[in-house]
Nanobody
Framework: QVQLVESGGGLVQAGGSLRLSCTAS????????MGWFRQAPGKERELVAV????????YYTDRVQGRFTISRDNTKNTVFLQMNSLRPEDTAVYYC?????????????????WGQGTQVTVSS
């Protein structure tokens, strides 16, 4: 069983930046892809970004392409989400999750372990 803990959320003005971190513990493995998701009130959970196990492959939803960057440090079992040029519509609870494969996947059902989430609020 792997435990995922997110940190780095907070309140920021539009145009600002935040860096989220997700640290894995327990039965960790650097051989799996990791993803960041978000869920705003009243909306479905949305895939934001995915990184494969090597860090050499990434995927972004169109809504964040060019503004967000996902990265990982396998020596520290940590995944990051650098968020720049934040907009009010980015406001949500952000979750990290571990996939059941090391390949690049963008299907929610392929992510089996989830963190508790961290709140990101962007004011206008």
């Amino acid at each position: 069983q792997v435990q995922l803990v997110e940190s780095g959320g907070g309140l920021v003005q539009a145009g600002g930046s935040l860096r989220l971190s997700c640290t894995a513990s327990g039965r960790t493995s650097s051989s799996y892809s990791m993803g960041w998701f978000r869920q705003a009130p009243g909306k479905e959970r949305e895939l934001v970004a995915v990184i494969n196990w090597t860090g050499g492959g990434t995927y972004y939803t169109d809504r964040v392409q060019g503004r967000f960057t996902i990265s990982r440090d396998n020596t520290k079992n940590t995944v990051f989400l650098q968020m720049n040029s934040l907009r009010p519509e980015d406001t949500a609870v952000y979750y990290c999750a571990q996939a059941d494969t090391g390949g690049l996947v963008n299907i929610v059902d392929r992510f089996r372990s989830w963190g508790q989430g961290t709140q990101v609020t962007v004011s206008s």
